[in-house]
Nanobody, 124 residues
């Protein structure tokens, strides 16, 4: 089917920037919308941003202006550029995809796949 692998997390200081990557493999023609989520310790998983197959992004209000979601369909990659990081950004960050588009050649009728997550720790 589709597999998602996040990378780019790590330990940074407040005010630093970090770029997360999500590599998609397998039946990538099945991928439509892609999203970034995060889950901090003791808190519910929350949506950060999404981007459709045409590259149009949508952001939650609390990350708009600091985070930028982008994708490179030719490379099967999703990115999250995070600037001005704060300690409250500390969380496990997850890549998520939905599909397929109605005109896709995908052999599956429905797709929802999560990556394994990458940890981001922002120190004071």
């Amino acid at each position: 089917q589709v597999q998602l692998t996040e990378s780019g997390g790590g330990l940074v200081q407040a005010g630093d920037s970090l770029r997360l990557s999500c590599a998609a493999s397998g039946d990538t023609v099945c991928i439509s919308r892609m999203s970034w989520y995060r889950q901090a310790p003791g808190k519910e998983r929350e949506r950060l941003a999404g981007i459709n197959s045409g590259g149009i992004p949508n952001y939650e209000d609390f990350v708009r202006g600091r985070f930028t979601i982008s994708r490179d369909n030719a490379k099967n990659m999703l990115y999250l550029q995070m600037n001005s990081l704060k300690p409250e950004d500390t969380a496990a960050y997850y890549c998520f995809t939905q599909g397929p588009d109605s005109d896709s050649t995908c052999r599956y009728s429905h797709l929802e796949v999560w990556g394994q997550g990458t940890l981001v720790t922002v120190s004071t």
